[in-house]
């Protein structure tokens, strides 16, 4: 719990870098100003980026379709499940970010709301056990910060890199947060 706080603290350090790097290429996505700030190595960079690219989204495909099957479909194979999720992203893809996003607003409160009853009814129940969190830090701060910076800071928290492909198409490119 700690280490996925110290990397959710540390990934605000990777916003900021992004944040700042548009500022200085506000009509450019991600992919364009690193081709710009490398040209004299645009090969590596290309096939490093697709890698990077590629490997996240197949993870989070990956991770979405096994929490789908062992929460909601446990019969059904999981190629089933993937290619049902592949064929919704590649219609948001075919209709933009902005249906994505409205789409977004419509779920936001009905998923708040059911997220927040979920936290009240685990509350009440009386399964929480607070005591479980004892000892803190038992083996030192360095486990901590050593779980944080080779786990939790690069992924969920590092995938903010997507934001750094969205900035140029915001209605204010100068202040797109």
Same mark, same amino acid.
């Given at each position: ?24 290429? $506000? ?11 490398? !040209? ?9 980026? %697709?890698?990077?690219?590629?490997? @996240?989204?197949?993870?989070?495909? %990956? ?13 059904? $194979? ?26 977004? !607003? ?51 928290? @590092? !995938? ?7 900035? $140029? ?9």
């Amino acid at each position: 719990m700690i280490a996925i706080l110290v990397g959710m603290i540390s990934s605000y350090a990777l916003i900021f870098i992004y944040y700042r790097l548009h500022r200085y290429y $506000p009509d450019l996505a991600l992919t364009e100003y690193i081709e710009k700030l490398l !040209e004299k190595c645009p090969d590596a960079y290309w096939l490093s980026l %697709r890698i990077i690219f590629a490997n @996240g989204a197949a993870r989070v495909l %990956r991770d979405f379709g096994a929490m789908l099957l062992t929460f909601v479909y446990p019969d059904t $194979p999981l190629f089933i499940v993937n290619a049902l999720l592949m064929l919704g992203i590649i219609y948001t893809v075919r209709q933009g970010i902005e249906a994505m996003a409205r789409s977004a !607003e419509l779920l936001f409160f009905f998923i708040y709301v059911l997220a927040v009853a979920g936290f009240i009814l685990i509350f009440v129940s009386g399964l929480l056990d607070f005591s479980s969190l004892k000892p803190m830090l038992e083996n030192g701060i360095s486990l901590v910060l050593r779980v944080a910076y080779s786990q939790t800071l690069y992924f969920p928290f @590092g !995938e903010v890199i997507v934001f750094a492909m969205i900035f $140029p198409y915001t209605k204010n490119v100068k202040r797109p947060l």
